[in-house]
């Protein structure tokens, strides 16, 4: 099994990735930590919990972190994943109860105490990781590799060109990509292609609690503030860079540099990916970027498949 934490900022997608990473057999959570960014801070811990229930996962610690981003105020998505965070499942407040212990010393513990070295999915912006390399550099070799979701090899969401996780706290990504970690990229390119149909959809509602759960977050209808008009959530989201940890066949990656843009008035929060051909010139004289293995196409149905099998448990 693969060892793995995950910091989360628990919307839908972030619910359909835990859920798809307690069922896998494949992968052992050791941890969870939570992050403002999708929703409050508070909601992001309460979904986490409730969904670790339906999950019937067993005793994984989750803490709270990081309130806001490390310069900017919070930024939340409220109408893209419910005023919950959770497209307004209103699941039953969880039993269990989060760590006394801020997140960023969770993460910290969980790698010290680790007898190997432990992958960290970040789904999330990366204010709570940012926060331990910054406090903590001992830890750093504990960490097998980075696999974060953020970032676009071409467009972005929250803006043009940005991708809300990065662009939430482009200056935690920063720290981050500059870290020395391996890195493994999931960005919008793939992020939105692996959608679920809308009859697939429909029968998960009449399957078990993890299906049912699943079911409703995947046909939730979001409403535009500002134009009105509606979609449905339908993509697998952050699922899918747990989708290609364990399956990086289904998916093809690329080498690539990439670097965080902090300034300028339209593309703060970039996440640049450098796709130019070998020995073509660097003209600004910049040292060079770190570089990620970026998922650049994926079999989106295989994907889709492989999620919803393993949630079915077969």
Same mark, same amino acid.
């Given at each position: ?113 680790? #007898? ?89 509602? #009449? ?108």
């Amino acid at each position: 099994m693969l060892p793995v934490i995950l910091d989360v900022d628990t919307g839908i997608d972030d619910a359909l990735a835990i859920l798809f990473a307690v069922a896998h057999p494949d992968l052992d959570v050791r941890a969870i930590t939570c992050v403002d960014g999708n929703s409050s801070l508070e909601n992001v811990v309460a979904n986490t919990l409730a969904v670790l229930d339906v999950a019937g996962a067993g005793d994984i610690p989750v803490a709270a972190g990081a309130r806001e981003p490390l310069v900017e105020p919070s930024r939340e998505a409220a109408w893209v994943h419910g005023p919950d965070g959770l497209a307004g499942t209103a699941l039953p407040a969880s039993p269990r109860h989060p760590a006394d212990i801020h997140a960023v010393e969770l993460m910290r513990r969980t790698l010290a105490e680790a #007898s190997e070295p432990l992958t960290v999915v970040t789904l999330a912006p990366m204010t709570n990781l940012a926060l331990l390399i910054r406090m903590h550099p001992e830890v750093i070799d504990r960490i097998e590799r980075v696999v974060y979701m953020g970032g676009s090899a071409s467009r972005g969401n929250a803006t043009a060109v940005a991708e809300f996780n990065v662009w939430h706290d482009p200056e935690a990504a920063h720290v981050v990509l500059n870290s020395g970690v391996p890195l493994t990229m999931y960005g919008l390119d793939v992020f939105e292609r692996v959608v679920i149909e809308p009859d697939r959809i429909a029968r998960l509602r #009449s399957g078990s609690d993890v299906e049912r759960l699943a079911g409703r977050l995947l046909g939730y209808t979001a409403v535009h503030p500002a134009s009105g008009e509606t979609f449905t959530y339908a993509m697998i989201g952050d699922a899918g860079a747990l989708c290609a940890l364990v399956a990086p066949g289904l998916f093809r990656f690329e080498d690539l540099p990439v670097q965080v843009e902090l300034g300028g008035t339209y593309s703060r929060g970039q996440l640049i990916v450098d796709r130019r051909e070998p020995g073509e010139g660097d003209y600004l004289g910049a040292a060079p970027w770190p570089r990620a293995d970026v998922a650049l196409e994926v079999d989106a149905d295989a994907v889709a498949e492989l999620f919803l099998t393993t949630l079915r448990g077969s």
